[in-house]
């Protein structure tokens, strides 16, 4: 059972490390007209889920 959960990890690790090289590129939120903010597209696709917790 552990290596099933060492070989699920190691899968999902390499899966998000492709889409983070593929998302690389920066994207801009803005928040209402006075205040935007610059950030790796592949950052905030990760934490969009963590902050739903």
């Not at 699920?8 to 390499?14: D, Q």
């Not at 983070?20 to 696709?45: D, G, K």
């Amino acid at each position: 059972m552990a290596l099933l959960r060492w070989i699920v990890g190691g899968v999902l690790f390499v899966a998000l490390l492709f889409l983070s090289l593929q998302n690389s590129e920066l994207v801009t939120v803005r928040f209402y007209h006075w205040f935007s903010w610059q950030a790796p597209l592949i950052f905030l696709l990760l934490i969009a889920p963590g902050r739903l917790v």
